[in-house]
Nanobody, 120 residues
Framework: VQLQASGGGLVQSGGSLRLSCVAS????????MGWYRQAPGKQRELVAL???????KYVDSAAGRFTISRDGAYNTVTLQMNSLKAKDTAVYYC???????????????WGQGTLVTVSS
């Protein structure tokens, strides 16, 4: 299973960006699709999660500004980020958890990371 993320870039404070991540391969099923971020000198943190069993959840700092959505037909997860702030600057990673192949082996895949820079 491979993930391809796109959509990062440079934006001014208050602006918007949209991140997308496509999962490809012999995917049998997907349970969770999410976005994490890692700022310089900090640990990676969950930003938003779309779970088949539990709906959506967000880190407190993103609630009300970010929206995660999933297109199940295309195994795509999108993160719409509005009202961006300088503290949102980080490398953003998509993460997909599910099962692949005819026997449904479990997988936990990460995208390559896309840089989001918010200038103040």
């Amino acid at each position: 299973v491979q993930l391809q993320a796109s959509g990062g870039g440079l934006v001014q404070s208050g602006g918007s960006l949209r991140l997308s991540c496509v999962a490809s391969g012999n995917i049998f099923s997907i349970s969770d699709m999410g976005w994490y971020r890692q700022a310089p000198g900090k640990q990676r943190e969950l930003v938003a999660l779309f779970s088949n069993g539990g709906g959506t959840k967000y880190v407190d700092s993103a609630a009300g500004r970010f929206t995660i959505s999933r297109d199940g037909a295309y195994n795509t997860v999108t993160l719409q980020m509005n009202s961006l702030k300088a503290k949102d600057t980080a490398v953003y990673y998509c993460n997909v958890v599910g099962r692949f192949g005819d026997k449904g082996f479990a997988f936990d895949a990460w995208g390559q990371g896309t840089l989001v820079t918010v200038s103040s």
